[in-house]
C-alpha cells in the first residue's frame, strides 16, 4: 500500500478505499487463506489455527549446525545462520497460494539481528545522519499519482501532510462492510511517525525496547546501510525463521501453543473489535517477549512484520519452474501484484501482533505478502542480515 493509498483510505468512498486497501493490513482479504488453495475473498478464513488446540505436543528442535560460524565475535545483536539447504514455502491445504510450491532452496551463511531494529538503534541511526523517514515528509502528490490507478482524484491538500496509517480499532461491533473494509481498523493519522506510533500527541518515551514502526523500506534500507548491514533476502528470513525445522507449520513447531504456551505476539479475540489478552500484548510487545526459536531468533512470527529485499509477486516460487534446488534466490526482477499493478512492492514476512485466528494466518514462516516500498504502518518494521564478508561493492 502507497502512502497515496493510506490518504485514499481516509478520503474515499469505502468501496474505492477497499478496492485501494488490499495489502494494507496483514489481515487483509488478500492474506486470508483459502482450503482450496484459491486465494479467498470472502473475509475471514475458515481454516484459522486455533492458538492452544494442542496442549500436549512438544516443541520441536534442531540444532544448528556451530562448525560453520565464523571466527571471532559476532555482530553485536546478531546470530549466524548456518548456510545450507531447507524446505522454502509449503504444500499445506490452508496456506495462501502465494505460498506454494514447497521447494528446495540453498543459502549461505550469514548473520541476521536476534531481535526486530527497536526504537533505540533506529533512534542511533537518525541522531547520527540526520534521516527522516518518509511518514516524516509531505506527500508528492505527482510522485503519488504514478502508483494508483490512472484518473483516481487528488485528495485534499489538508491530507497531503506527514502521516502514517494507524490501527485503529472499532469501538463496539464492526461498522457496516465488516471485515472486508480494511478501513474499519486503518486510520491514515497526520503526524503519525515512528516517534509517535499513534499519532502526533503519542511519544516512544518509555519504548526503547519495542521494534520502530511506520518505517518505509527505503528508511529500513537506509538505516541497513549505515549500519554496515542489509535487509535479508526471502529466502534468508524464511530459513532464520524456521529455526532448523524444517517443513513444520510455526517457527517452533507444528503446534501453535505447545503446552499452552504462547510463542509468539499475536491476536487473541475476534478481530479486530475484540482483543483479549492471553499472550499478555494486545498490541506490540518489547522485542524478546516471546521464546527465541531454535537459532536464538525472537519475534520471526508475531510482533511486527519485517521488510525483505524481495519484490513481490504472488507466484514467486512458481517463476522458478521445478527446479531440484533454487540456489540464494533473490526474488523477481520486478514486482507485479495483479490486485494493485501499479504499486511496486517488496515482501514483507511474519505477521504482526494484528494476526488473528479468525481472520489470517499470516504467524507462519511460510506467509508472505507484498507491501509498496513507500508505507509504513504501525504494525510493519524489520531487522538486519550481514555477510560473513562485506558485499563487493
Ligand atoms: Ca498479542
Ligand atoms: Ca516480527
Same mark, same amino acid.
Given at each position: 500500500?502507497?502512502?497515496?493509498?493510506?490518504?485514499?483510505?481516509?478520503?474515499? @468512498?469505502?468501496?474505492?478505499?477497499?478496492?485501494?486497501?488490499?495489502?494494507?493490513?496483514?489481515?487483509?482479504?488478500?492474506?486470508?487463506?483459502?482450503?482450496?488453495?484459491?486465494?479467498?475473498?470472502?473475509?475471514?478464513?475458515?481454516?484459522?489455527?486455533?492458538?492452544?488446540? /494442542?496442549?500436549?505436543?512438544?516443541?520441536?528442535?534442531?540444532?544448528?549446525?556451530?562448525?560453520?560460524?565464523?571466527?571471532?565475535?559476532?555482530?553485536?545483536?546478531?546470530?549466524?545462520?548456518?548456510?545450507?539447504?531447507?524446505?522454502?514455502?509449503?504444500?499445506?491445504?490452508?496456506?495462501? /497460494?502465494?505460498?506454494?510450491?514447497?521447494?528446495?532452496?540453498?543459502?549461505?551463511?550469514?548473520?541476521?539481528?536476534?531481535?526486530?531494529?527497536?526504537?533505540?538503534?533506529?533512534?542511533?541511526?537518525?541522531?547520527?545522519?540526520?534521516?527522516?523517514?518518509?511518514?516524516?515528509?509531505?506527500?508528492?502528490?505527482?510522485?503519488?499519482?504514478?502508483?494508483?490507478?490512472?484518473?483516481?482524484?487528488?485528495?485534499?491538500?489538508?491530507?497531503?501532510?506527514?502521516?502514517?496509517?494507524?490501527?485503529?480499532?472499532?469501538?463496539?461491533?464492526?461498522?457496516?462492510?465488516?471485515?472486508?473494509?480494511?478501513?474499519?481498523?486503518?486510520?491514515?493519522?497526520?503526524?503519525?511517525?515512528?516517534?509517535?506510533?499513534?499519532?502526533?500527541?503519542?511519544?516512544? /518515551?518509555?519504548?526503547?525496547?519495542?521494534?520502530?514502526?511506520?518505517?518505509?523500506?527505503?528508511?529500513?534500507?537506509?538505516?541497513?546501510?549505515?549500519?554496515?548491514?542489509?535487509?535479508?533476502?526471502?529466502?534468508?528470513?524464511?530459513? @532464520?525463521?524456521?529455526?532448523?525445522?524444517?517443513?513444520?507449520?510455526?517457527?517452533?513447531?507444528?503446534?501453535?501453543?505447545?503446552?499452552?504456551?504462547?510463542?509468539?505476539?499475536?491476536?487473541?479475540?475476534?478481530?479486530?473489535?475484540?482483543?483479549?489478552?492471553?499472550?499478555?500484548?494486545?498490541?506490540?510487545?518489547?522485542?524478546?517477549?516471546?521464546?527465541?526459536?531454535?537459532?536464538?531468533?525472537?519475534?520471526?512470527?508475531?510482533?511486527?512484520?519485517?521488510?525483505?529485499?524481495?519484490?513481490?509477486?504472488?507466484?514467486?516460487?512458481?517463476?522458478?519452474?521445478?527446479?531440484?534446488?533454487?540456489?540464494?534466490?533473490?526474488?523477481?526482477?520486478?514486482?507485479?501484484?495483479?490486485?494493485?499493478?501499479?504499486?511496486?512492492?517488496?515482501?514483507?514476512?511474519?505477521?504482526?501482533?494484528?494476526?488473528?485466528?479468525?481472520?489470517?494466518?499470516?504467524?507462519?514462516?511460510?506467509?508472505?505478502?507484498?507491501?509498496?516500498?513507500?508505507?509504513?504502518?504501525?504494525?510493519?518494521?524489520?531487522?538486519?542480515?550481514?555477510?560473513?564478508?562485506?558485499?563487493?561493492?
Amino acid at each position: 500500500m502507497t502512502r497515496s493509498l493510506r490518504i485514499q483510505a481516509a478520503s474515499l @468512498a469505502p468501496l474505492v478505499a477497499l478496492s485501494l486497501l488490499g495489502s494494507v493490513c496483514g489481515c487483509g482479504r488478500d492474506e486470508a487463506p483459502s482450503p482450496s488453495g484459491g486465494g479467498s475473498l470472502g473475509g475471514p478464513s475458515s481454516v484459522a489455527v486455533e492458538p492452544g488446540a /494442542d496442549a500436549t505436543a512438544p516443541v520441536a528442535t534442531v540444532e544448528p549446525k556451530p562448525e560453520s560460524t565464523p571466527a571471532g565475535p559476532a555482530p553485536e545483536g546478531m546470530v549466524w545462520i548456518p548456510g545450507g539447504e531447507f524446505t522454502m514455502g509449503t504444500n499445506d491445504a490452508d496456506a495462501h /497460494d502465494s505460498e506454494r510450491p514447497a521447494h528446495r532452496v540453498q543459502v549461505g551463511g550469514y548473520w541476521i539481528d536476534e531481535a526486530e531494529v527497536t526504537n533505540a538503534r533506529f533512534r542511533k541511526f537518525v541522531e547520527a545522519t540526520g534521516y527522516r523517514t518518509t511518514a516524516e515528509r509531505p506527500v508528492d502528490w505527482e510522485v503519488m499519482k504514478l502508483q494508483l490507478p490512472p484518473g483516481t482524484p487528488k485528495p485534499p491538500d489538508e491530507q497531503l501532510g506527514a502521516g502514517s496509517l494507524v490501527f485503529t480499532p472499532p469501538v463496539g461491533a464492526l461498522p457496516p462492510g465488516g471485515l472486508d473494509d480494511l478501513s474499519n481498523w486503518w486510520r491514515w493519522v497526520l503526524g503519525a511517525d515512528w516517534k509517535h506510533p499513534e499519532g502526533p500527541d503519542d511519544s516512544i /518515551d518509555g519504548k526503547d525496547d519495542h521494534p520502530v514502526v511506520h518505517v518505509s523500506f527505503e528508511d529500513a534500507e537506509a538505516y541497513a546501510k549505515w549500519a554496515g548491514r542489509r535487509l535479508p533476502t526471502e529466502a534468508e528470513w524464511e530459513r @532464520a525463521s524456521r529455526g532448523g525445522v524444517d517443513g513444520s507449520k510455526f517457527a517452533w513447531g507444528d503446534v501453535f501453543a505447545p503446552e499452552g504456551k504462547r510463542m509468539a505476539n499475536t491476536w487473541q479475540g475476534r478481530f479486530p473489535e475484540v482483543v483479549e489478552d492471553q499472550d499478555g500484548y494486545p498490541r506490540i510487545a518489547p522485542v524478546k517477549s516471546f521464546p527465541p526459536n531454535s537459532y536464538g531468533l525472537y519475534d520471526t512470527i508475531g510482533n511486527v512484520w519485517e521488510w525483505c529485499s524481495d519484490w513481490y509477486r504472488p507466484d514467486t516460487y512458481r517463476l522458478a519452474g521445478d527446479s531440484p534446488l533454487t540456489v540464494d534466490p533473490k526474488g523477481p526482477e520486478k514486482s507485479y501484484d495483479p490486485d494493485e499493478p501499479f504499486q511496486p512492492k517488496r515482501v514483507t514476512r511474519g505477521g504482526s501482533f494484528l494476526c488473528s485466528g479468525n481472520y489470517c494466518s499470516n504467524y507462519r514462516p511460510s506467509a508472505r505478502r507484498g507491501t509498496a516500498t513507500d508505507s509504513g504502518m504501525s504494525h510493519l518494521g524489520f531487522r538486519c542480515v550481514k555477510d560473513a564478508r562485506p558485499p563487493a561493492d
